[in-house]
């Protein structure tokens, strides 16, 4: 067998076949770790495996999705949670958290501080302490001194943990009164979290203060803080924190650090109202119906007994019957016209119904007078014209004050004109 030696030219051919495998095999594997860090994700995101970072525990804020059944959320919200408590430590190196979704600073406090401390909670930046003119800011959050004087006294300092969290819009921190149609919401899907220590601190003497800011005028924002150990996935709860509502921002009040937010508290939908409606049409007609065959039957027994004629104590029920009767007959005319370009007529709607809701009161009171009279005052009882002072009373003092709420403010301003033209002439005589 004859071999044939080697040339340079077939050295080089062999170098190249060689070089282009490896470049291939690096290829491949440069292609796999990838494939692998993606399905450690989303093995993270179903809760299959722990997290291989935060940086994939904040993607999967964005990913993971309760109706989705690859997703557990509870599982993203108890990472996050054992994140901050990993940080109280004294060990841990992090200053600063600055990602997409979640912004936090970490600081160590002297627990002998001479005065509260107060932090931004800006949900597109990361924390800071603020100073001076800045404690103003709208959205605040402010740790009360004795909160730090309440702490062990062996210990110098502790580490403060602030974080903002942007939870999206997905079901991540949502919790069973959420998610759902015409349910609850968490305002601006943020999400405020306050851990000092390791250990957990409730019971406050003073409150921790948290200013959330808002574009206008809420009247059904509530105050919660997550629970992690209610239900299954946790959920938000309003025990402990007192709400205090403004024009452009809310104050939340609450004896315990943990996750705050504010939740809008859910709208009556549609379809319920047009049940409760029916509900009321139904309750009220039948009672309106029956009030009215009192009073039938009261005056056709009045032609046919002696006693329905002379005696009071009938025409008092009768008249409360009638009170409760126009009162249901305003309710039933009221329902479903509550629009509010209908200024005049809601005012005039609400004046009447508040009027004869006062003469019952106010009938019922006079059954009760009458009936002490005839229990207590049995003998020498006689009162001129006594069912007519009755009436003046049952149907007439409530009027006055009917009459001067309904056009108070018109007065005030008249009188107020008239106030400042008097002042006006006599400043000119002065001068």
């Known amino acids: 067998m004859r071999l044939r030696p080697v040339t340079g030219e077939s050295q080089r051919q062999h170098t190249s076949t060689h070089m282009g495998n490896m470049l291939l095999q690096l290829f491949f594997l440069l292609q796999l770790d990838p494939m692998k860090a993606e399905e450690k994700e989303n093995n993270f995101c179903s809760g299959e495996a722990p997290a291989p970072s935060q940086y994939a525990a904040a993607r999967?804020?964005?990913?993971?999705?309760?109706?989705?059944?690859?997703?557990?959320?509870?599982?993203?919200?108890?990472?996050?949670?054992?994140?901050?408590?990993?940080?109280?430590?004294?060990?841990?190196?992090?200053?600063?958290?600055?990602?997409?979704?979640?912004?936090?600073?970490?600081?160590?406090?002297a627990v002998n501080t001479s005065q509260d401390l107060f932090f931004s909670i800006s949900p597109s930046q990361v924390p800071v302490t603020l100073t001076g003119n800045e404690m103003e800011a709208l959205d605040r959050v402010r740790l009360p001194r004795s909160l730090f004087e309440s702490l062990r006294p062996s210990m110098s300092s502790v580490r403060v943990i602030l974080a903002v969290i942007n939870i999206g819009e997905g079901q991540i921190f949502k919790g069973s009164a959420t998610g759902q149609p015409f349910s609850s919401s968490v305002l601006d899907n943020r999400m405020v979290g306050i851990q000092v220590g390791t250990e957990p601190i409730k019971d406050l003497v003073e409150p921790v203060e948290i200013t959330f800011s808002h574009k206008q005028q809420r009247q059904n924002l509530q105050c919660v803080f997550w629970d992690d150990n209610k239900g299954t996935t946790g959920d938000w709860k309003p025990m402990g924190c007192f709400t205090e509502q403004g024009t452009n921002q809310t104050i939340c009040r609450c004896d315990h650090l943990t996750f705050f937010a504010l939740l809008l508290k859910p709208v009556l939908d549609a379809t319920t109202v047009k049940s409760l409606i029916r509900i009321s049409l139904a309750g009220c007609g039948t009672s309106l119906c029956f009030l009215f065959f009192t009073v039938i039957l009261y005056f056709a027994l009045r032609f046919t007994r002696q006693r329905f004629k002379s005696e009071d104590a009938p025409k008092i029920h009768v008249a409360l019957s009638i009170s409760l009767a126009l009162l249901n007959l305003t309710f039933i005319i009221s329902l479903g016209h509550n629009s509010p370009e209908q200024g005049a007529s809601c005012r005039a709607q609400g004046g009447i119904f508040h009027y004869f809701l006062l003469c019952c009161f106010t009938w019922m009171g006079i059954e009760a007078f009458h009936l002490y009279l005839l229990a207590i005052k049995i003998f020498n009882i006689y009162i001129s014209h006594y069912f007519l002072k009755l009436c003046l009373v049952g149907w007439g003092v409530f009027m006055f004050s009917w009459f001067a709420i309904l056009f108070y403010p018109s007065l005030r301003e008249e009188s107020s004109s008239s106030t400042a033209k008097t002042n006006h002439s006599n400043s000119a005589s002065r001068e």
């Open 60 to 109: 999967c804020f964005v990913s993971c999705n309760r109706s989705t059944p690859e997703c557990k959320p509870q599982v993203i919200e108890r990472f996050w949670i054992k994140k901050f408590e990993e940080l109280a430590k004294e060990n841990s190196p992090v200053p600063v958290l600055d990602e997409t979704m979640v912004k936090a600073t970490i600081q160590n406090i």
